[in-house]
C-alpha cells in the first residue's frame, strides 16, 4: 500500500541512471528549468559510483559537482522525487523500494506504462491524471509524445477517427550507443574504413531502417505497438485508431513525424457540426501548449530534426487537407528526442507534482 510523502516546495530528487543520454539530459533540463530542488542526487550502477559530474543548478553541492551514489534500496528514504532513467529491469527491481519509500518514481522506460494504475503522463495532454497515481508515474514513449501533444490540440477541436503515422526516429532512441555508432559508422563510411554494426540491426549511416525493436504475431514491431495503445490511453480514447510505421535514420537526436488524421464525421454529422476548416486546426494548434508552428511553403520554411536540437518543443508545420478522406488535416511534426520525447516531459510531470 501506497503512502505519499507530503511534496515539500523543495523536493530532494535523486536522478537513477544518471550516466546515460537520458539522465545526463534529464540533469541539464533540472538545471536549465531552474527545478526548485533541495537537493539533487545522482544514483547508477555500481560501477559509475564515485563519478564527478558537474552540476550548478537548484540544489547543487558547493562545489558544482555530483557524486555518483551506488543505487541500492535505501537511495530513496529521504529523496522526494526519482527521475528514472535506467533500464526497465532496474526499474523494475528498484520500484518497490521507491514506493515504499512514499517517494514518487516517474518512469522513463516502458515497463510500467499499461499497467491500469500507473497514470501515463505528457502534461499538455493530462496532467489531471497524475493525481491518480500510487507512486509510479511512467512516462510515454519518445514518438507517442510528441504525437499526442500535436494531436490533442486537434482532438478538442474535433474529435479524430483515425491517425496514420510514418515516423523519422533518431539515433538518440538508442541511447548514447546509438548516436556514438552513428558518429563513427559516418567517419568510417567516409574514409572508406570497415564499419562496426552493434546498436542497431544494420548499418545507420546512410541508411534508413524500417524496424525499431522486435516484430510482434501481426508483424508489428513494438515501437509501433506502443504508439497504438499508449496513445489511446494517454489521450483517453479507446475507439481511435492508430497506424504506425516506424523507422530509424542517421539523425543524432530530434524525431520526425508525418501525421495524416481522419475526423470522426459521424460524429460531428451526428451532433450536426461542420467539418473543421484547416485555418482551425492551425489556429488550435498555434494556441496550444508547447506547440510551435513552423508552416511557411512559399519561404520553405517548416521544422527540421537539426534546427531543433536542444529545444523543449514540438514543432509542427507542412498543414494541409488530406482529399484522401471526407474530412482529415496532414502534419508534419519535429521534436527533440531526449528533450520533449525523455527528460524535458519527466521534468515537466516533477513540476506538476509541486505544491
Known amino acids: 500500500m501506497y ?44 560501477r559509475s559510483a564515485g563519478k564527478r559530474i558537474p552540476y550548478t543548478g537548484p540544489g547543487a553541492p558547493a562545489d ?49 506504462r499499461m499497467r491500469d494504475n500507473v497514470p501515463l503522463v505528457v502534461p499538455e495532454v493530462n496532467a489531471a491524471d497524475i493525481k491518480n497515481h500510487q507512486g509510479i508515474i511512467a512516462n510515454p514513449n519518445c514518438t507517442t509524445i510528441q504525437m499526442v501533444v500535436a494531436l490533442n490540440p486537434i482532438h478538442q477541436l474535433a474529435p479524430i477517427k483515425r491517425v496514420v503515422v510514418s515516423t523519422y526516429q533518431s539515433a538518440s532512441g538508442a541511447g548514447a550507443e546509438g548516436m556514438q555508432e552513428l558518429y563513427d559508422q559516418t567517419h568510417a563510411y567516409l574514409h572508406d574504413e570497415e564499419l562496426t554494426i552493434e546498436a542497431f540491426a544494420h548499418q545507420i549511416a546512410f ?8 516484430f510482434m504475431d501481426d508483424l508489428s514491431t513494438k515501437e509501433e505497438w506502443k504508439m497504438v495503445v499508449e496513445t489511446k490511453k494517454i489521450m483517453h480514447a479507446p475507439n481511435l485508431e492508430v497506424a504506425p510505421t516506424c523507422v530509424r535514420i542517421p539523425i543524432l537526436r530530434s524525431h520526425s513525424e508525418s501525421i495524416n488524421i481522419e475526423f470522426d ?36 520554411a517548416y521544422p527540421m530534426p537539426y534546427p531543433t536540437n536542444g529545444t523543449n518543443e514540438t514543432y509542427v508545420g507542412r498543414l494541409r ?26 521534468v515537466q510531470i516533477a513540476q506538476a507534482l509541486l505544491p
Open 3 to 46: 503512502t505519499a510523502k507530503p511534496m515539500p516546495k523543495n523536493p530532494v530528487v535523486a536522478i537513477a541512471g544518471i550516466t546515460g543520454a537520458v539522465g545526463k539530459e534529464i540533469l541539464l533540463v533540472l538545471e536549465q528549468l531552474e527545478f526548485p530542488a533541495a537537493e539533487v542526487r545522482a544514483l547508477a550502477s555500481a
Open 64 to 112: 558544482g559537482e555530483l557524486v555518483v551514489q551506488e543505487m541500492t534500496d535505501d537511495s530513496f528514504a529521504d529523496v522526494d522525487i526519482v527521475l528514472f532513467s535506467a533500464g526497465g529491469d532496474v526499474s523494475e527491481r528498484f520500484a518497490p523500494a521507491v514506493v515504499a519509500s512514499g517517494a514518487v518514481m516517474i518512469d522513463n522506460t516502458s515497463a510500467f
Open 207 to 214: 541508411n534508413c531502417i524500417p524496424q525499431i525493436d522486435v
Open 265 to 300: 464525421t459521424d460524429a460531428l454529422d451526428a451532433a450536426g457540426r461542420d467539418y473543421p476548416t484547416l485555418d482551425q486546426v492551425r489556429e488550435a494548434l498555434e494556441n496550444a501548449p508547447g506547440v510551435v508552428v513552423i508552416d511557411d511553403p512559399e519561404n520553405k
Open 321 to 346: 487537407v488530406d482529399n484522401s478522406v471526407k474530412s482529415g488535416v496532414a502534419l508534419w511534426c519535429v521534436a527533440d528526442q531526449l528533450r520533449k520525447g525523455a527528460a524535458l516531459n519527466a
